[in-house]
């Protein structure tokens, strides 16, 4: 009988404890390891395989996937752990303090990364003739190295110390100073979002003064090639302007001309970019004028399209992070 009765406790206490389990926990921590690994290995091996995308600008981007990959191999899975345990943190406290360093850290790293693309479009626009966008200068390495010193610094007191509190309960795995939470929370959020956002402010309103100014030094460009020619053709034609009422129109290069149609369309707007409308008689062929757009791209400065894009859609993505890190705080 007595046998009975203990083989029924352990088979009771075998399912208790397989019940403690946290299995959904487990699936869906397992996937997002997955999802984020996978995509910001996408993110490194595009850049270091694609020569078009090795510029400033992608080289903060890998920075910021780098310390996600690291937050995902190094940091997730132990936290996947305890959640599958119940909460319940079963394994040494060093390797706890480790835990919460990494998380500070790479977090940390995060935000600040965010915040240096940010400069980086800051100082694209606002001095953009001293900008390289080919080649990683002084500048761009010291922004580089300073988000990361900068996020091992928040995350050193754990290293030396501030987590061991007494009475501390080995079962949970979490950061026992609130000074400190507080602490890091303002060097990782509080200040690097209005930093950033404010950054953003400036890269707008540096990118809708340089359309307006592109656009009338375009113009002036077409005006003062239009004088040009109806100045050689009334010099060197006297007898058929005579003939001729009001000034001779005489057609612009093919290429001042795309230029200028696609000035107008901008003018229009980016949803109605689907193809550029050239006068007829300047699709087929091309002449080999220099114009003011071939001359304006020898600039180390220009800022074509794509990179428009990106800056109207970064923000929004980087809005998007802060809210979630907001939500987690």
């Given amino acids: 009988m007595s046998d009975i009765s203990t083989d029924f406790d352990n088979d009771t206490l075998s399912t208790a404890s397989v019940a403690d389990y946290n299995f959904p926990a487990l699936i869906f921590g397992i996937l997002l390891i997955v999802i984020i690994t996978g995509g910001n290995v996408l993110v490194c091996l595009s850049v ?39 909460g319940v943190w079963s394994l040494n406290m060093l390797i706890c303090d480790g835990l919460m360093t990494m998380d500070v850290m790479l977090c940390t790293a995060s935000i600040f990364n965010l915040c ?41 007191p754990v290293i030396f110390g501030i ?15 609130n000074n400190y939470v507080i602490y890091s929370s303002v060097c990782s959020f509080f200040i690097p979002c209005p930093i950033m956002v404010l950054l953003y402010f400036g890269v707008f309103r540096g990118l809708r003064h340089w359309e307006v100014t592109r656009k009338v030094k375009l113009r002036s460009s077409i005006e003062a090639c239009r004088k040009l020619q109806h100045a050689a053709v009334s010099t060197a034609l006297p007898s058929l302007t005579g003939t001729i009422p009001g000034p001779l129109p005489m057609p612009l290069p093919r290429i001042i001309e795309r230029d200028l149609a696609q000035s107008r369309l ?47 859609v970064l923000p929004v993505v980087v809005a998007q992070v802060l809210e979630v890190h907001a939500c987690s705080l």
């Fill in 116 to 156: 240096a693309i940010s400069v980086d479009r800051f100082i694209a626009v606002s001095i953009p003739l001293n900008y390289n966008r080919k080649r990683v200068d002084h500048r761009q390495i010291i922004l580089l190295s300073a988000t990361w010193l900068l996020a091992l610094a928040v995350a050193s």
């Fill in 163 to 177: 987590n061991n509190v007494p009475d501390r309960d080995t079962s949970e795995c979490k950061l026992e100073d």
């Fill in 266 to 312: 901008d003018d229009m707007g980016d949803y109605m970019q689907q193809e550029i409308p050239y006068p007829r008689q300047y699709r087929e062929n091309s002449v080999p004028t220099l114009s003011f757009s071939q001359l304006h791209r020898k600039k180390r400065a220009k800022i074509n399209s794509r990179e428009r894009k990106a800056m109207k």
């Fill in 48 to 86: 270091y395989l694609e020569k078009a995308l090795k510029t400033t600008t992608n080289y903060f981007i890998v920075s910021l996937a780098f310390s996600d990959l690291l937050l995902a191999v190094l940091v997730l899975p132990l936290f996947v752990y305890a959640e599958f345990q119940g």
